[in-house]
């Protein structure tokens, strides 16, 4: 199964390093408000030149129920087209939006849904052709995925977080928290045959 490891910060200076380990095939990395954390065009190009694919996550503060409504759902997906474009994404390439605590069953099936119906619905009409993957716990992944909300799955590290199983199909599995040529990063494991990295438009070659 090929590896990869999830961050938060520029990884552009990184490259050189984290190519000589070969042993990571992609790498995780954040739009959202806040430009340090987020991904910008220079360092996808620099990912992409270097043959490391990109696994787009959304994340601002989605650790509570109250982030989840239909209103920040449509901005969130409004922010994510636009910055997911503005590295050159295309067709294909999914963003994983992400709920980031143990969520409970009526969460999930209340406001998490409601938000995830409105970015869905932004995602799937935009001109793009992007698609839809979820970060979470194991019942967030699958609920989302038996409503065809989402595409794509991302079970979370967290072991006592309601559905964690292993054993299933999930997109991609995260591991534990460590270090990667000087990088705080999540490891990940991919654990199916596709995970909707970005693919470039060819205007972006």
Not at 17 to 39: M, S
Not at 64 to 89: E, H, V
Not at 141 to 154: F, G, I, P, S
Request: charged letters at 20%; aromatic letters at 10%; hydrophobic letters at 40%.
């Amino acid at each position: 199964m090929q590896k990869g490891f999830d961050v938060r910060f520029d990884t552009t200076r990184n490259i050189p390093a984290i190519v000589a380990l070969e042993r990571y095939a992609f790498i995780g990395r954040y739009l959202c408000e806040n430009p340090l954390k987020r991904i910008h065009p220079a360092e996808a190009q620099a990912l992409r030149q270097a043959n490391l694919a990109i696994a787009l996550i959304y994340e601002d503060s989605p650790k509570t129920s109250a982030y989840f409504t239909s209103a920040r759902g449509a901005q969130d997906a409004a922010r994510a087209i636009q910055q997911a474009q503005n590295l050159g994404a295309g067709a294909g390439t999914a963003i994983y939006f992400t709920v980031d605590y143990d969520a409970s069953a009526n969460d999930v099936a209340e406001p998490i849904s409601l938000y995830f119906h409105a970015v869905a619905s932004a995602v799937r009409n935009d001109v793009n052709g992007f698609v839809m993957g979820v970060y979470g716990s194991g019942m967030t992944c699958t609920a989302l995925h038996a409503n065809k909300l989402v595409d794509y799955t991302w079970l979370a590290q967290s072991t006592k977080w309601r559905g964690y199983d292993l054993k299933k199909q999930w997109s991609i599995i995260q591991g534990s928290s460590g270090e990667v040529c000087s990088l705080s990063v999540d490891t990940d494991t991919l654990n199916s045959e596709t995970f909707g990295p970005v693919q470039f438009r060819e205007s972006t070659a």
